[in-house]
């Protein structure tokens, strides 16, 4: 018991990872425990139809704010100047001012974004929605700045106390409204208690409006990568719900996000960890510097590694039976999603632990061409894979592309000095038999997904 407890205490690199990885694991699962609860509850007061329409919603807000991001948390933890005044503020002056824009930009959206969809809805719905994005301009840096240090655990409380009051929110507003209009007015209150709660309880300096020319001009020579990186993330994270909005129904596409909810959980774990933990000890550790520091970086890899491979099979064997339990009979198509989802997520997590290793060297440049690489790959998979085999091809599509992005990777990490390729030879062979046996275990309920 000493020797964890010395483990979890202490400033030092080791302590600090190990206390932002237990509270980064606490507090995903707590939120997706509260996420999958406000689910369960929605899916009963709501018709399938509104969460179709809400992922278009959510697929156009996530757009504008990628299509827009210049790295605003990147430069703040990576750079030397990450905990100067003039710079924080300097970068949250680019923040707010970015997201006056993307509230325009919504506006100026919804028409054309109806009549592409063929939902008039949107005309109103959007515009009201991107209220959060307007409020979230201004959350202060100093969330950031804890997440620099590893001082995640006053985040992680104020998160979750946020999450419960737009729980409660969401479910009153529905049970009153009975519309997909209580999930928008719930989404704007809880992103203004968002700020609000930062603004009020995490430490740091308050911030101004100023524009230092030498820090806008570091921000922006950083960002424009960044920039260009989540305009092809848009396309990893949402290329899905693009392209399939296009080709099904607002019901199978709300069905679709349920099972799509239920197997990111592993790989939206493990990418947390990873962009929490990983930028800050590739940036005090960098493994090309000596054979100790990538021999830490090893044993983390196979560490995260395995556990979330054993997250993906619990999905990926259950996913069926988990959504007959969970979910009426509306939804029972979502679980062979779940299942094919979890097992497609496989070639992901060979390369989860390499992406954020050119952030954490400043190189955004080499970030953005894996990015633009898996994106092409990606929506070029999905229109493929719907079109000759509808959703199921799409699914299918979307995990051929990882694989062919996989030298890519390799590249990178190469120039980086962090590739593993004993790492990447494990995590292959086990991946490829979970995915064998879980779509064998589930071959009737995934065969109903074809057209």
């Known amino acids: 018991m000493m020797g964890l407890n010395a483990k979890f205490s202490g400033d030092g690199l080791g302590a600090r990872i190990m206390r932002s990885a237990a509270l980064t694991v ?27 329409v809400m992922v278009l919603v959510g697929l156009i807000m996530m757009g504008l704010a990628m299509f827009s991001d210049v790295g605003i948390g990147p430069s703040i933890m990576q750079n030397k100047r990450g905990d ?3 710079f924080l503020d300097t970068a949250w002056t680019i923040q707010v001012i970015r997201s006056v824009l993307l509230w325009i930009a919504a506006c100026l959206l919804a028409w054309p974004m109806a009549q592409f969809y063929g939902v008039p809805d949107l005309v109103q719905l959007l515009p009201a929605a991107a209220l959060s994005l307007l409020v979230m301009g201004f959350i202060p840096t ?31 507003l529905a049970f009153a409204f009975r519309s997909v209009w209580a999930l928008v007015i719930s989404g704007v209150i809880g992103s203004t208690l968002q700020v609000i709660l930062y603004m009020a309880f995490l430490p740091g300096v308050h911030n101004r409006f100023r524009w230092e020319k030498s820090a806008g001009a570091e921000l922006i020579k950083f960002g424009r990568w960044i920039f260009l990186s989540t305009v092809a993330g848009f396309a990893l994270s949402q290329g899905d719900k693009a392209v399939l909005g296009k080709f099904l129904s607002l019901q199978t596409l709300g069905i679709y996000n349920i099972g799509y909810f239920l197997a990111s959980f592993p790989l939206l774990l493990g990418g947390m960890i990873v962009r929490r933990l990983l930028i800050p000890i590739y940036r005090e550790k ?70 954020q290793s ?21 929506i070029t998979g999905l229109v493929v894979g719907v079109v000759y085999a509808g959703l199921l091809g799409a699914l299918i599509g979307q995990g051929i592309a990882m694989v062919l992005a996989y030298p890519v990777v390799v590249w990178l990490a190469k120039k980086q000095g962090a590739w ?4 990447d030879a494990a995590v292959t062979i086990a991946g490829i038999l979970l995915g064998f046996c879980a779509i064998w275990v589930n071959w009737a309920a995934i065969i109903q997904l074809l057209p």
């Open 26 to 52: 606490f507090g995903f699962g707590a939120s997706q425990a509260l996420r999958l609860a406000s689910n369960l509850i929605l899916t009963r007061l709501l018709f399938p139809e509104a969460f179709g």
């Open 84 to 86: 100067d005044r003039d």
């Open 142 to 172: 100093r969330y950031e700045t804890a997440n620099r240090h590893l001082m995640i655990g006053r985040v992680t409380v104020l998160d979750l106390i946020n999450q419960v009051i737009g729980l409660a929110l969401a479910v009153g």
């Open 286 to 355: 960098p493994p090309s510097k000596s054979v100790e520091n990538f021999a830490v970086l090893q044993k983390m890899r196979f560490t995260l590694s395995g556990l979330i491979l054993l997250t993906i099979a619990i999905f990926a064997f259950s996913g069926v039976v988990l959504v007959q339990f969970l979910y009426d009979p509306r939804y029972h198509m979502a679980g062979a999603i779940v299942v094919v989802i979890a097992v497609m997520q496989l070639p992901n997590l060979v390369a989860l632990t390499y992406d």
């Open 358 to 378: 050119a952030l954490a060297a400043g190189d955004s440049h080499q970030f953005f061409i894996l990015a633009a690489t898996r994106a092409v790959l990606t």
């Open 420 to 423: 593993d390729p004993l790492h």
